[in-house]
C-alpha cells in the first residue's frame, strides 16, 4: 500500500531550537519525496524534493531508504517557520504523477 | 510570478445541487489536478488530467465528479448531486511537462448544508 505517515499533528520549539519532523513512507519502488509547506493563510508551496538534494530556507531532507523515511531538519528554528508543514510521495510509474499526502505537522516555533 | 488562480474561494450549496469548482492552471503547464481535504484529514488526489483526457483517477472521483477544460484556460471541476461529505477544501494544481513540481492554488471551501 502506497501511504505517508507524519507521526506528530503538532511540534513546538522554542526559537534558535534544532526541529525535525518526522515522514515515513511506505511504497514498493522507488518514490519521489517532497516536503510542502503552508503557511498561514497561504497557499500550498513546494519546499523542498529529495531529488534535488538542496537547502532551503536551512531546511534540509534526506532520503534513507532503508527506514524508508524522509525527515526534515533545521538546525536553528526561526519564527517564521512556523506553518503546516507536509510530506508526500509520487510514484514513478509510467504516467502515475500524482501526490500521496501525509497527515502534516503544524510547526509552531515560539519566541 | 505566475500563480494558480482559483474560484470562487467558498463555495455554499445545498445537498444535491450540482457545484463547479473553477482553476486557472500556470498558462504553459499541461498537467492539471485536483485535490481535496477533508477538515482534519489527509490530502487526498482526485483526479489528473493532459491533453485533454482524465491521466489518473482516485477512488473518490466517482461518476459525480467531472472535470473540463472548456476554454484552454479553464480548468473545472464538476459536482453534479453534492454530498455532505463532499464538504472539503478543494485544491487545484498544475505542472510543467516533465517537471516534478506541482503549483497549488489557494483552494476553494465548499461547504454542503
Known amino acids: 500500500a502506497q501511504r505517508v505517515t507524519q507521526p506528530e499533528k503538532l511540534l513546538s520549539v522554542f526559537k534558535g531550537a534544532p526541529v525535525e519532523l518526522k515522514c515515513n513512507y511506505s511504497?514498493?519502488?522507488?518514490?519521489?519525496l517532497f516536503w510542502y509547506v503552508q503557511y498561514s493563510r497561504q497557499r500550498l508551496q513546494l519546499l523542498l524534493r529529495?531529488?534535488?538534494?538542496?537547502s532551503i530556507k536551512g531546511f534540509t531532507a534526506d532520503l534513507n531508504k532503508g527506514e524508508t523515511s524522509f525527515h526534515l531538519k533545521k538546525p536553528f528554528a526561526q519564527e517564521e517557520d512556523s506553518a503546516m508543514y507536509y510530506c508526500?510521495?509520487?510514484?514513478?510509474?509510467?504516467?502515475?504523477?500524482?501526490?500521496?499526502w501525509g497527515l502534516g505537522t503544524s510547526l509552531a516555533v515560539n519566541p | 510570478e505566475p500563480e494558480v488562480t482559483q474560484t470562487p474561494s467558498h463555495q455554499v450549496t445545498q445537498m444535491g445541487q450540482e457545484v463547479i469548482l473553477r482553476c486557472v492552471p500556470i498558462?504553459?503547464?499541461?498537467?492539471f489536478y485536483w485535490y481535496r481535504q477533508i477538515l482534519g484529514q489527509k490530502v487526498e488526489f482526485l483526479v489528473s488530467?493532459?491533453?485533454?483526457?482524465?491521466?489518473?483517477k482516485s477512488e473518490i472521483f466517482d461518476d459525480q465528479f467531472s472535470v473540463e477544460r472548456p476554454d484552454g484556460s479553464n480548468f473545472t471541476l464538476k459536482i453534479r448531486s453534492t454530498k455532505l461529505e463532499d464538504s472539503a477544501m478543494y485544491f487545484c494544481?498544475?505542472?510543467?511537462?516533465?517537471?516534478?513540481?506541482?503549483?497549488f492554488g489557494p483552494g476553494t471551501r465548499l461547504t454542503v448544508l
Open positions: 494544481a498544475s505542472s510543467e511537462p516533465g517537471a516534478d513540481t506541482q503549483y
Open positions: 498558462s504553459n503547464h499541461l498537467y
Open positions: 488530467f493532459y491533453n485533454n483526457e482524465i491521466s489518473e
Open positions: 511504497y514498493s519502488g522507488s518514490p519521489e
Open positions: 529529495h531529488i534535488s538534494r538542496e
Open positions: 508526500a510521495l509520487r510514484g514513478n510509474a509510467g504516467n502515475n504523477r500524482k501526490l500521496i
